[in-house]
């Protein structure tokens, strides 16, 4: 899939949106076949359904493959990411990509376990949910935290952006000037900052 351009014209704001738009950036990803297909047309099926939920996307990535994350637990991912436009809340916006999820097959058996799709709410403009403490308390967590511990609330931008390059190379395809609104640097700064064999290993098909 190509990357759809805002018509000509069109006034935006810093983060490349239509004034008066509320976007949405996603990361979709998978690494097993659903009723659909190897992962690839998986997240392809994904993309056309967000629309019938009312989650028009505006901009796609291309797809790439990654190394399975951690490191041998399963086969390796196909990754995109994605800018959908809706005036939805966050909660709402987040239970339309889990109804998407489920219409593909996804089950929830565990975290960091093979899925056939993975759709995760990255960020809007300069929102940060709940709040700003919750935020850095998820941010700060060490590996073996983020393995025990799952947040029982919407965490957004996602706390992990910053550290992931299967998350970064596509988004910097959708949204290379996006700010994060903690950070204060773009996904394309974020994507710089990764050592060059993590970016590297995300290589487009």
Excluded at 32 to 43: F, Q, R, W, Y
């Amino acid at each position: 899939m190509s990357q759809e351009q805002p018509e000509s014209g069109q006034a935006q704001d810093e983060f490349g949106r239509e004034k008066g738009s509320n976007f949405w950036m996603l990361a979709l990803g998978g690494n097993l076949p659903s009723k659909n297909g190897p992962p690839e047309e998986t997240l392809k099926s994904a993309l056309l359904a967000l629309s019938d939920v009312n989650l028009p996307v505006k901009k796609v990535s291309r797809f790439y493959k990654t190394p399975c994350f951690p490191a041998g637990a399963g086969p390796d991912y196909v990754n995109a990411a994605a800018v959908v436009e809706s005036e939805m809340s966050a909660a709402e916006v987040l239970a339309q990509l889990h109804a998407v999820e489920a219409l593909l097959g996804r089950e929830r058996a565990g975290r960091w376990v093979g899925r056939t799709l993975d759709i995760d709410l990255i960020g809007s403009a300069d929102k940060i949910l709940p709040d700003r403490q919750t935020y850095e308390q998820w941010r700060g967590l060490v590996v073996e935290e983020q393995l025990q511990m799952t947040p029982a609330e919407l965490i957004l931008p996602h706390p992990r952006i910053q550290d992931r390059a299967f998350v970064l190379v596509p988004l910097n395809d959708v949204a290379p000037d996006w700010i994060h609104p903690v950070l204060g640097v773009s996904v394309a700064e974020m994507l710089a900052a990764l050592p060059e064999s993590e970016r590297d290993a995300v290589v487009a098909l």
